[in-house]
Structure formats: structure tokens, C-alpha cells
């Protein structure tokens, strides 16, 4: 897939499909690495989220 992008019966590179490719890449490596460093408490508060039955509690901001 590589070759085929930057190499081009014209000689000239595909400019676009290297930014897509870049930037798709960049995307996912920074979305594994967020993923990979997130605490593993977060996943288990996330994760009990739906299954909470308690009510969440409202904040009352026209008290004063």
C-alpha cells in the first residue's frame, strides 16, 4: 500500500493520500496510547455506569 502511494506513473507523489495516511495514523497511534495510559479505575467507574441504579444527584444552582 506504501509503494503504491508514493510511487505514481507521473513521478509526482500523491500528496493527499500521504496527509490521509499520516493523519489517519497519527489518530489511531494517539487514540492506542490514551487508551494503554488511562487509570483502571476510570474503565471500572465507566464500565458500572449503566448497571448504577442510584439517582445521580442535581446540583441546585438557583439556591444561593
Known amino acids: 500500500?506504501?509503494?503504491?502511494i508514493i510511487q505514481s506513473q507521473s513521478g509526482d507523489l500523491n500528496w493527499?493520500?500521504?496527509f490521509a495516511l499520516v493523519t489517519f495514523f497519527t489518530i489511531f497511534v494517539m487514540a492506542i496510547w490514551l487508551v494503554l495510559t488511562r487509570d483502571r479505575a476510570f474503565y471500572d467507574h465507566m464500565a458500572s455506569l449503566p448497571l448504577d441504579d442510584s439517582e445521580p444527584e442535581k446540583a441546585n444552582r438557583n439556591e444561593a
Open 16 to 18: 493527499m493520500a500521504i
Open 1 to 4: 500500500m506504501f509503494k503504491y
